[in-house]
């Protein structure tokens, strides 16, 4: 079965300091891939999404990602994190079949301290 | 403004009772979710639908059940055979069964004792 596997479970930071999520998918076809990220209290909301095209994807917030097919693999990435930026954060597959739904890592949770 | 809603934020019931949560969106949205999110699990799939009148399982469906009468509505019934039913549960959204991404309500966290 198609998994998604998100490779840090918390991640500690301090403000500044750079950030990286690491997300692997197990699925040899076309996918679709997203972040999204669930500050507490709030709504599930879309960090940035990769169709196709340019494989760095730019989103919301100064985070970006890039897709890397031969490595199955989807990071997130901010050069310099803040206090707001704590959440946890999801890496999400859509298979590339009409009809299918997204498949979920099991999320990481960022703390960062000011 | 446009959005997905559902009800309660917080329920509580007793075990061997089935319960209904709510999902409501007035996006105009073709497809509708059922998640349930757990710590340390991510977002599983319970349902989904993609039009009016059908559905279709997810990967952890047993003991929940569903319908979709209206375009707008997506009821989830957690009904007495779910063995572990306290969880926090998501409702989303998209515009079809293409490619989009999903919109996602506040959730509803369900206790159950």
């Known amino acids: 079965a198609q998994s998604v596997s998100q490779h840090n479970h918390h991640v500690i930071l301090s403000e500044a300091a750079s950030l990286e999520l690491g997300c692997n998918y197990s699925y040899g076809g076309t996918v679709n891939l997203f972040w999204y990220v669930q500050y507490p209290g709030q709504h599930l909301q879309l960090l940035l999404k990769y169709f196709s095209g340019d494989p760095l994807v730019k989103g919301i917030k100064g985070f970006e990602a890039e897709f890397i097919k031969s490595k199955f693999s989807f990071n997130l990435r901010k050069p310099s994190v803040q206090w707001s930026d704590t959440a946890e954060y999801f890496c999400?597959?859509?298979?590339?079949?009409?009809?299918?739904?997204?498949?979920f890592g099991k999320g990481t949770t960022l703390s960062v301290s000011s | 403004d446009g959005g997905i809603t559902q009800s309660p934020k917080y329920l509580f019931r007793k075990e061997g009772q089935n319960v209904t949560l709510s999902c409501e969106q007035n996006?105009?949205?073709?497809?509708m979710y059922w998640y349930r999110q757990d710590p340390g699990q991510g977002l599983r799939l319970i349902y989904y639908s993609q039009i009016v009148n059908d559905f279709q399982k997810g990967d952890i469906a047993e003991g929940y059940s569903v319908s979709r009468e209206k375009k707008e509505s997506f009821p989830l019934t957690v009904t007495s055979a779910q063995k572990n039913p306290t969880a926090f549960y998501l409702c989303?959204?998209?515009?079809?069964?293409?490619?989009?991404?999903?919109?996602f309500g506040p959730g509803t966290r369900l206790t159950v004792t």
């Open positions: 996006l105009n949205h073709d497809a």
């Open positions: 989303a959204s998209s515009i079809d069964r293409g490619y989009h991404e999903q919109y």
């Open positions: 999400a597959v859509r298979l590339n079949q009409a009809g299918t739904a997204l498949i």
